[in-house]
């Protein structure tokens, strides 16, 4: 993954006092936890929303656009109080279905995070209809507020989903009612016994455990071993509408994306893949995006 990041530069343009805070970004793999946000509201005189709308060019520092070289930066509010950052994925050689939107990066990082659900999301640029989509799968998504910031004109827009997402499709449309995206699901998923002890394959098994497939039932989790020997997983966010959601490597891209930020040489050197059989399978397009950083899939059926 190409990383054009001026993140540094970035926090180099706050106030002493509350740079030394998002210093922490990096080791916290793009989350404030929720005391720091109030030292970061005391030190800068803020408001919440505020501090949010300054954190923005941060979060589009995260932004890898190899394709289109349009940078979006979102922030989100975890129901703890916790910000996450969030930025769009592109990958050249690739097809454009494996971009990560911003706000698809921001979930997944809370997702990720052990969030079970959003308070509130600072957009720089109106969600597109994918991305409103994708946020209508989310658990508690009637009490998300959508702001979007116009920095020309110094204006933010709040919104709820139902204004951004009239007539809305979900899961309930066909007749689908487990959990949502974001809640705290898990499902008592099992390797095959020649495989207990292997470690890459377990933090994978437990990825998928935890992934959100409520229409094709096809959980699906990765684990990829970088270079430095720290594990980031992914897994998947399905969504009612297929296509809006996150596949388990583009789950699994964003956490890499943010260990990068922390150690911008962690290159991937394993990757593991375990997927419940279904009509529809991730395989392929992990094995895809992995052969371009000359990485093999160890996949897994179960």
């Given at each position: 993954?190409?990383i054009?990041?001026d ?22 793999l ?7 946000v ?12 505020e ?13 890898v656009?190899?394709i ?16 996450y950052?969030?930025?769009?994925l ?42 409103r ?8 998504v ?14 933010a827009r ?25 809640c ?9 016994a020649?495989?207990e ?16 497939a409520?229409?094709?039932q ?5 684990a ?10 992914g897994?998947y ?5 297929f296509?809006?959601?996150?596949t388990?490597?583009?789950s ?8 990068l ?8 050197e394993?990757a593991v ?15 895809s ?14």
């Amino acid at each position: 993954m190409q990383i054009t990041s001026d993140f540094n530069q970035k926090i180099a343009e706050f106030p002493a006092s509350a740079a030394l805070v998002l210093e922490n970004i990096p080791a916290q793999l793009g989350k404030l936890d929720a005391a720091q946000v109030e030292e970061l509201k005391a030190a800068m005189s803020l408001s919440l929303e505020e501090l949010m709308i300054q954190l923005l060019p941060v979060a589009a520092s995260l932004s890898v656009a190899e394709i289109s070289d349009f940078r979006v930066g979102v922030v989100a509010e975890g129901l703890s109080g916790s910000l996450y950052l969030g930025a769009n994925l592109e990958f050249t050689g690739q097809p454009l279905k494996t971009t990560v939107h911003a706000e698809q990066f921001a979930v997944v990082n809370a997702w990720h995070r052990g969030e079970q659900g959003l308070k509130r999301l600072v957009v720089n640029e109106a969600p597109c209809g994918h991305c409103r989509q994708f946020l209508n799968e989310l658990c508690r998504v009637d009490q998300l507020q959508v702001i979007v910031y116009n920095n020309s004109k110094g204006e933010a827009r709040h919104y709820t989903i139902g204004e951004l997402l009239p007539d809305r499709f979900g899961p309930a449309d066909l007749g689908m009612e487990d959990g949502a995206l974001m809640c705290d699901l898990s499902y008592p998923l099992e390797l095959p016994a020649e495989l207990e002890g292997d470690e890459l394959a377990e933090v994978a098994l437990f990825a998928a455990s935890k992934s959100y497939a409520p229409v094709c039932q096809s959980r699906a989790g990765i684990a990829l071993r970088l270079k430095s020997g720290r594990i980031v997983t992914g897994r998947y966010g399905a969504n009612a509408a297929f296509n809006p959601g996150v596949t388990a490597m583009e789950s699994a891209a964003v956490n890499w994306r943010l260990a990068l930020l922390h150690n911008t040489e962690d290159a991937i050197e394993e990757a593991v893949m375990v997927e419940q059989p279904s009509k529809s399978s991730q395989k392929e397009l992990a094995a895809s995006f992995l052969n371009k950083y000359g990485i093999s899939l160890r996949y897994i059926q179960l």
